[in-house]
């Protein structure tokens, strides 16, 4: 089990929520490592280079994580990828199963064809695939049951990943050609709605779903010096059931998580009652006393996203005893068996809504 690790939350700063992690922990006790989940923006890429550089201490990136092809988690890990000395990358890539999926897209008549559109509506991993290959790093893809580092993929699996790129091109947002046909920005705003005063325990999530490119993000849970630590990037109820049914085989008894990322920024339509049950533990009869929180809930939010978190998820949060880390108010770190940080003060916990979208 690693002796010590360190969990980065990197804020980014803009209208939309982004995430950007970087972890550094021991395997084996074998030296130490460095793991990036997701790169924010390309404006991000200044802050997540100075902490790899400058409080790492490092060029080499043991692993780097994309867990979904949407521009708010991949386009900032381009300058990355570019300037450090990466071991391995890991990402999905939906052109590398063209000639599987070629008989469900009719309008193609090639797999090559085919290929050259999906990598046309992805632009930010196609971008990161071409410099991988200039620098001659090697590109492993994250299905559930391989191992990246101390950390597990609990989702998506094979079978369920090509489902999803089928069911993209179903959807009717993309019934046009000229709306692409894998596009990952489906405008899913949520409509503005009311608050409404809710007593303890009461959680109002949304009836839609989250989007089909959202679901194909990349799952890991690892067993960090003692700390159950779930990472989900815009994992939706799917991607979360499948994770759940899969995390036995990766040693992960549920409930139980120590450190859990709330998906997709705190977003009301990637969770239910009924998974963060499954995942959590079921709500408590009352609010835990400041210090004696069972958890860490851990959300990428900017301050200036006016959207995220979803009111009802930082109830549900605490509901299950939740400490609440954002990134609101800048980047966050999470330790074990390490000195403070200089320049990182103690987290703050999330005070609980008295109300909640109706």
Not at 83 to 108: C, G, K, Q, T
């Amino acid at each position: 089990m690693p002796d010590f690790y360190e969990i980065y939350f990197l804020p980014v700063h803009t209208s939309k929520s982004g995430d950007a992690i970087a972890m550094r922990y021991q395997v084996d006790s074998a030296g130490w490592y460095v793991h990036v989940v997701d790169g924010g923006y390309t404006s991000t890429a200044p802050d997540l280079a100075a902490l790899i550089g400058q409080t790492y201490g490092t060029n080499l990136i043991n692993y780097l994580v994309v867990t979904h092809p949407d521009k708010d988690h991949a386009e900032g890990l381009a300058p990355i990828l570019q300037s450090f000395n990466v071991a391995e990358l890991w990402m999905l890539r939906p052109w590398e199963y063209a000639e599987i999926l070629l008989p469900h897209f009719a309008r193609y008549s090639s797999a090559e064809s085919l290929a050259q559109r999906l990598r046309d509506e992805y632009p930010y991993i196609a971008e990161l695939e071409r410099t991988a290959v200039s620098r001659k790093i090697p590109i492993h893809r994250p299905f559930q049951g391989e191992r990246i580092g101390a950390f597990t993929v609990l989702a998506p699996s094979p079978a369920r990943y090509l489902e999803l790129i089928i069911e993209s091109d179903k959807t009717p947002q993309q019934s046009s050609y000229s709306e692409g046909i894998l596009s990952g920005l489906f405008n899913l705003v949520e409509p503005v709605v009311a608050f409404v005063r809710a007593g303890w325990g009461s959680e109002n999530f949304s009836s839609q779903e989250t989007s089909t490119e959202n679901e194909m993000s990349v799952v890991q849970y690892g067993l960090l010096s003692g700390d159950k630590i779930v990472l989900t990037g815009d994992a939706g109820r799917g991607a979360l059931i499948e994770a759940a049914d899969y995390a036995p085989n990766a040693g992960l008894f549920l409930p139980g998580v120590t450190k859990f990322q709330a998906p997709h920024h705190g977003g009301r339509r990637n969770v239910s009652t009924a998974l963060l049950d499954r995942w959590l533990g079921t709500r408590l009869p009352q609010m835990l006393p400041e210090g004696s929180e069972l958890f860490t809930a851990m959300i990428s939010s900017a301050k200036e996203d006016t959207d995220h978190p979803r009111k009802a998820v930082l109830r549900a949060m605490r509901h299950r005893g939740a400490f609440i880390a954002t990134t609101e108010d800048g980047a966050f770190r999470i330790s074990r068996n390490l000195p403070k940080r200089a320049g990182y003060n103690p987290m703050k916990n999330v005070s609980y809504p008295d109300e909640q979208e109706a």
